[in-house]
């Protein structure tokens, strides 16, 4: 069963321009939704964790610049610019917080980014 | 050094093998997960664990927060086994903040 459905699944970006990601959430009982980022050397790294509708988040990294969104429950999205180099962003669930198996991660397809 | 470190790099095994993959980290965690990463890039969960052993069909993973590793055996390895695994460990204070190792790359040989 799907928990989280992400798009684009690719998408290849102009330098210099911007991209908007999407994430939905399938299942309410996963409340707890973040990104993380894949280089092209494969190491993951978390970006965001965003709980309640409204909340925002920015953040630079090598190679790009991040501002995440949690639009609804069951809607984050992710706007990527100034990117620099190519990557895979993940969008990842769970259902709760900290110490326990309520923490298990569940992951999105992913959506590659390659830089033109 | 790295938080998180995992050996081998690579692993290649035969079907109907056995083998282990260790992830070691610099301090206690909280908790630690395992997941697979498959040729098309979906990243499948295989275990959380706050302590202790767990086990699902031919995998088995152990956490030792006091000594600060974890491993996973594959056993009976199947082609569909093969991919990268990550360990990714949960800092007490981190919530869904987890910290990544750089994976195993496991391929499997009929």
């Known amino acids: 069963v799907t928990l989280l459905e992400q798009n684009p699944r690719w998408r290849l970006v102009p330098r210099g321009q911007a991209v908007n990601l999407r994430c939905i959430l399938k299942?309410?009982?996963?409340?707890?939704m973040s990104w993380y980022q894949q280089d092209l050397q494969k190491q993951l790294q978390w970006l965001f964790t965003l709980r309640s509708p409204g909340d925002k988040e920015v953040k630079s990294l090598p190679g790009a610049d991040y501002l995440a969104t949690r639009v609804t429950d069951t809607e984050l999205r992710l706007q990527v610019a100034n990117m620099s180099q190519g990557r895979t962003l993940y969008c990842t669930c769970?259902?709760?917080?900290?110490?326990?198996?309520?923490?298990?991660?569940?992951f999105g397809a992913g959506t590659r980014l390659s830089v033109l | 050094g790295m938080p998180v470190e995992q050996n081998p790099p690579a692993l290649s095994l035969y079907e109907g093998a056995e083998s282990g993959l260790r992830c070691n980290f610099s301090t206690t965690m909280k908790g630690v997960q395992w997941f697979q990463q498959n040729h098309r890039g979906r990243l499948i969960t295989l275990f959380y664990?706050?302590?202790g052993t767990k086990e699902n069909g031919r995998l088995k993973s152990t956490f030792n927060s006091k000594e600060r590793y974890s491993t996973l055996h594959i056993k009976d390895a199947q082609l569909e086994d093969s991919g990268t695994y990550f360990c990714a460990v949960e800092a007490n204070s981190a919530g869904n903040k987890l910290t990544f190792g750089i994976g195993t790359r496991v391929l499997v040989r009929p």
């Open positions: 769970s259902s709760g917080l900290g110490g326990t198996s309520q923490n298990t991660l569940y």
């Open positions: 299942n309410s009982q996963y409340p707890w």
């Open positions: 664990l706050a302590q």
